[in-house]
């Protein structure tokens, strides 16, 4: 079985800058994609940004430019690098990894979310 452990959010004004961890453990033959969700306060899940196994990169609109999904595949980690944070960026971060166990199958993955709250 694979787990996710997600870590670094908190309270940042606005301006400020975050750096989230997503660690993927476990009997681990291979990762894919791997991928940040947020859901804000009332509202539906939404993709944030996608990094392939290859590295090749995609985020939404609103935060090209200020956020920067990046990978270290010797450490099984996802990372998303926040800066220039806005309150409309306040929402719970969840990590979301395609992998195949060893003697398995892909399937897809979740972290536990991390709450990341940005104030004026």
């Known amino acids: 079985q694979v787990q996710l452990v997600e870590s670094g959010g908190g309270l940042v004004q606005a301006g400020g800058s975050l750096r989230l961890s997503c660690a993927a453990s476990?009997?681990?033959?291979?990762?894919?994609?791997m991928r940040w969700y947020r859901q804000p306060p009332g509202k539906k899940r939404e993709l944030v940004a996608v990094?392939?196994?290859?590295?090749?990169?995609n985020y939404v609109d609103s935060v090209k430019g200020r956020f920067t999904i990046s990978r270290d595949n010797a450490k099984n980690t996802l990372y998303l690098q926040m800066n220039s944070l806005k309150p409309e960026d306040t929402a719970v971060y969840y990590c979301?990894?395609?992998?195949?166990?060893?003697?398995?199958?892909?399937?897809?993955?979740w972290g536990q979310g991390t709450q990341v709250t940005v104030s004026l």
């Open positions: 979301n990894v395609e992998a195949i166990p060893w003697g398995s199958t892909a399937y897809n993955y």
């Open positions: 476990g009997s681990i033959f291979r990762i894919n994609d």
């Open positions: 990094i392939s196994s290859g590295g090749a990169l």
